[in-house]
């Protein structure tokens, strides 16, 4: 008997693969305020509680850098302890990429379990025959970003042979504009020689962080999405040469995969009245019904 669940509603089948990502925790020691003002350890928790509420069992959750505020081991340790058992409830695999704040020693030791290197933080991960692979943007002592030629080389070996449902990026500085000036000082830099790598493959989309505000774009073709941070956002209702840091507008992003195209829809991680029309009731009641019936139902305008 089919399930509501399983039945197609619209043009679209279900996703073949869907990420849950989130950007920018920023965590510290002690959870000592970010900012003297800013509680990440709380933002952080409200964040992966909503995630979990969704009741989506991702294929991978992304976290897209700025893990930790100062490279703090202790932060890297809190880390794995607010969300390796979440991400065991979801069954799913973190990715963890570096950001410009990250430290790579203390990254790589005390959150990867490897050999407290300087080496760029990278990885392939094959989810069901999606390829997404981990980029290392930062530079060590800087907070812009860049890829050196020995990561993009590695790279462009990678996306060699084509993956069966393609390739996603994640890495944390977006190579997109910002109109806020603060952040073209800091953006990636040298983009072009990425696009030469990505051009002609199977990349189809690119995950990022960095900005503290939820954007999008394209860079050599493909779809760019920012997700916003956990610990604070940009207030963008400010003009460009003002925008600063406030504690709201935090949220994560869904990443649905599907077989022509990749949404990336924003999740915000709010407490708000919520309507109670649709529901599991709701959605079995139309799936019991035949597509020309479900039109009728609930297409057509009333009065």
Sequence with gaps: MATATSVQFGQYPPARRTLLHVSDTH????????????DTAANLARTLEAAEATGIRPDAVVFTGDLTDLGEPEAYTALRAAVEPVAERLGAPVVWVAG???????????????????EPVTG????GGLRLIGLD??????????LDHGQLEWLRR?????AP??????????????????????ELRDQGRLADVIAGTDVRAILAGHLHYSTSGTFAGVPVSVAAATCYTMNLARPAVEVNGMDAGQSFHLVHVYDDTITHAVVPVVEAPTGDVFSAEWVERMSRLTPEERLEAFSRKRG
Aim: proline share 12%; aromatic share 6%.
């Design 27 to 38: 965590l510290l020691a002690g959870n000592a305020p970010l900012g003297g003002r800013f």
């Design 100 to 118: 410009n704040h990250d430290k790579r020693p203390a990254l790589r030791r005390d959150l990867l379990g490897l050999a407290p290197t300087e």
């Design 158 to 162: 990678e996306l060699a042979t084509p």
């Design 165 to 186: 449902l393609g390739t996603i990026l994640a890495l944390h500085h977006p190579p997109l504009p910002s109109h806020v000036p603060l952040f073209d000082i800091l």
């Design 137 to 146: 943007s930062t530079v060590p002592g800087w907070h812009h970003g860049d």
């Design 124 to 127: 392939v991960w094959d989810l």
